[in-house]
C-alpha cells in the first residue's frame, strides 16, 4: 500500500501490511509485523514502530524496528533508532543514538530510548487525512 | 578573530565552499590501539559508545555486531562548521560544551575521538577534552587520533572501520579550516587523568592514542 506525496497524515497510522509513505505524516506510526519504507518525499514526524523500516526520506522521531531499520543515502533521520540491525549508507544524515543491544522496542514503550534527540508535537489522537 | 578562521574568512560570505572531487583520497591504516579499545569494551555488558563525528554507517554495524552496543551519534562537525560560517570562532567551545552536556545525564564506556581536535583552537580543545573526562565513566576508554602537522586545508577525514585493526582513511572535502597539531605531551595535559594506554605515530601523522579512565 502506498500512501501518495499529496497525503498528509496527523494522528496515529498502524495496519498489517507493508506500506511505503511519500506524504507527511505526524503522530505515530505502527505496523509491528510489517515493513514500512519513507520514501524519498516523505517528511515524517512520528514514533515510528515496525518490523523493517527503511528510510529515504525525512524522520524527525524515534524509530523502533524488530528487526532492521535501513537509512539509505538520501535519507535524513533525527531521533533515536532501536533495532537489532541497522544501517545507514554513506550520504545518510543522522543525529540521535543506535541501541542495538536489545532490538526494538515494543509500541507503547516510549521510554525505551534514553536520550530523544528530537521529540514529535504532541498531537490530538485520532486520524485525519487531508487530501491537497 | 582567531588565526585559525582567518583562512575560511577569506572565502568571502560564509557560502558552501566548493568541493572539488580531487580532495578525495583514501588509504589503508594498521590500528593498535584499536583492538585494545574493542576488548576494553566487550568485557562490559551492553556498552554505551559515543562518536563525535559525522555517522559512518559501516562502523555502526561494525561496532553494533561486534559490541552490541548503544551509540550515540554527537557530530561535532556540525559545530565546526556552524562556526566557520557564521564566523564566531569564539563561540566554538561553547558549542561543544553544550552538545556535550547533551549527553551527559548518562556515562559512557567508550569514546571515538577522530578528525575532530585539529580543527579547535586551544580553548576549545582543553574545554572539550575536560567535558570528555567528566562523561566516560570508570574504566572507560577513549580512541583518538590527532594530527601531528599544523596546515591549512579544505578536507577532513573520515575513519571507516575494516577490521579490529585496519582502519581505512578517506579525506573528502570540507569548510576551509587550519589544522592544529597536537603533540604527545599535549594530548597527555589535555587529558589529564586519563591513563594513555597506547600511543602511535601512523605513516599519515596521525598519533593514534588510546586513553583509559581509572
Redesign the interface.
Known amino acids: 500500500m502506498n500512501i501518495g506525496k499529496s497525503v498528509v497524515i496527523k494522528g496515529e497510522l498502524s495496519g498489517s501490511e507493508d506500506l511505503t509513505i511519500e506524504g507527511q505524516v505526524e503522530g505515530k506510526i505502527e505496523l509491528r509485523q510489517n515493513l514500512l519504507t519513507i520514501g524519498p518525499n516523505a517528511k515524517i514526524k512520528a514514533q515510528v514502530f515496525a518490523k523493517t523500516v527503511v528510510v529515504e526520506g525525512q524522520v524527525h522521531g524515534n524509530i523502533s524496528a524488530g528487526e532492521r531499520i535501513d537509512?539509505r543515502d538520501k535519507g535524513v533521520v533525527e531521533g533515536n533508532l532501536a533495532a537489532p540491525?541497522?544501517?545507514?549508507?554513506?550520504g545518510?544524515?543522522?543525529?540521535?543514538?543506535?541501541?542495538?543491544?536489545g532490538g526494538g522496542a515494543k509500541a507503547g514503550d516510549s521510554t525505551a530510548e534514553?536520550?530523544p534527540a528530537s521529540t514529535p508535537t504532541p498531537i490530538s489522537a485520532g486520524p485525519t487525512a487531508v487530501a491537497r | 578573530m582567531s588565526p585559525l578562521f582567518h583562512w575560511a574568512a577569506k572565502k568571502g560570505d560564509g557560502a558552501a565552499p566548493e568541493r572539488p572531487a580531487s580532495l578525495i583520497t583514501e588509504s589503508l591504516s594498521t590500528s593498535r590501539a584499536l583492538p585494545k579499545f574493542i576488548a576494553a569494551l566487550s568485557h562490559q555488558s551492553a556498552p554505551v559508545l559515543l562518536d563525535l563525528g559525522p555517522v559512518v554507517g559501516t562502523n555502526v554495524s561494525f561496532f553494533g555486531d561486534r559490541l552490541g552496543c548503544k551509540m550515540l551519534i554527537e557530530d561535532l562537525h556540525e559545530e565546526i562548521e556552524a562556526s566557520i560560517r557564521e564566523r564566531a570562532p569564539e563561540s566554538l567551545a561553547g558549542r561543544l560544551k553544550d552538545r556535550i552536556a547533551g549527553v551527559a545525564a548518562s556515562p559512557v564506556d567508550g569514546i571515538l575521538c577522530w578528525d575532530l581536535f585539529n580543527y579547535l583552537d586551544r580553548t576549545a580543545a582543553r574545554e572539550l577534552a575536560a567535558s570528555l573526562r567528566a562523561i566516560l565513566r570508570p574504566k572507560g576508554v577513549l580512541h583518538g587520533l590527532f594530527g601531528t602537522v599544523a596546515q591549512p586545508g579544505a578536507t577532513r577525514t573520515r575513519f571507516i572501520v575494516q577490521s579490529d585493526t585496519a582502519m581505512k582513511c578517506r579525506t573528502e572535502p570540507w569548510v576551509p579550516v587550519t589544522r592544529q597539531a597536537f603533540q604527545t605531551g599535549e594530548i597527555t595535559r589535555m587529558f589529564e587523568g586519563l591513563t594513555v594506554v597506547e600511543s602511535v605515530l601512523l605513516q599519515s601523522k596521525t598519533r593514534e592514542t588510546l586513553l583509559r579512565k581509572p
Do not use: L
Open positions: 537509512i540491525r541497522v544501517a545507514i549508507a554513506d545518510a544524515h543522522f543525529r540521535g543514538s543506535i541501541d542495538m543491544q534514553a536520550r
